[in-house]
């Protein structure tokens, strides 16, 4: 079944304490991005690759890091957490683009995120 | 920077009442424009997208939208909902740029509740 994972679902943390969110696709997307939806705010997106080795930066991107070293997984790294990243996060992946941009982004589950 | 407006927090309807949904966005260039769908408990889905061409969209489950350019909108309709349509929905944007091709970031709006009442 063509889908987007992400581990874990749930994770209640403590500030300061390293954690990595996993995602992983297996539609051979080349396109992969993080999202984070908290409350009137909608989602925002935190950091983007185009391909293996290729990421950049979305909207809000500190406090995260990403890394892209194969096609399929796309991890989100919280070096250092804080409160004001307890959120909701998805990770999405597209196929290849057309005009210029990735076509339909096929969202993950989500990860609710805890930070005490 | 560009940014997008979802005018409506949230909106109560009944079933078979029409629906329109606004998007406005500030950026003077080419975009491309989608609306995504989150119903309750689950993930983004999207709804329709509109990259060129025809500036009506049509999407699934009766879903359309008229891209205006002159008026930076791309509003959301449908013509008769149902109580299945409660949801939040978001309208995103992603500046094409001038060589072409576009920035990899998708701005999204803070998404407007949809509630239908049977």
């Not at chain 2, 029409?18 to 889905?45: A, D, I, K």
Request: with cysteine; hydrophobic share 30%.
């Amino acid at each position: 079944e063509a889908q987007v994972t992400q581990n874990p679902r749930y994770l209640i943390t403590v500030t300061g304490k390293k954690l990595t969110v996993t995602c992983s696709q297996n539609m051979n997307h080349e396109y992969m991005s993080w999202y984070r939806q908290d409350p009137g705010l909608g989602l925002r997106q935190i950091y983007y690759s185009m391909n293996v080795e290729v990421t950049d930066k979305g909207d809000v991107p500190e406090g995260y890091k990403v890394s892209r070293k194969e096609k399929r997984n796309f991890p989100l790294i919280l070096e250092s957490p804080s409160p004001n990243q307890t959120s909701l996060y998805f990770c999405a992946s597209s196929p290849r683009w057309v005009s210029g941009f990735p076509e339909t982004q096929y969202f993950g589950p989500g990860t609710r995120l805890l930070v005490l | 920077a560009q940014s997008v407006s979802q005018h409506n927090h949230h909106v109560i309807l009944s079933e078979a009442a029409s629906l329109e949904l606004g998007c406005n966005y500030s950026y003077g260039g080419t975009v491309n424009l989608f609306w995504y769908v989150q119903y309750p408990g689950q993930h983004l889905q999207l709804l329709l997208k509109y990259f060129s061409g025809d500036p009506l969209v049509k999407g699934i489950k009766g879903f359309e939208a008229e891209f205006i350019k002159s008026k930076f909108s791309f509003n959301l309709r449908k013509p008769s909902v149902q109580w299945s349509d409660t949801a939040e929905y978001f309208c995103a944007v992603n500046a094409v740029m001038n060589y072409g091709g576009s920035q990899g970031n998708l701005i999204f709006g803070k998404g407007t509740k949809l509630s239908v009442k049977p």
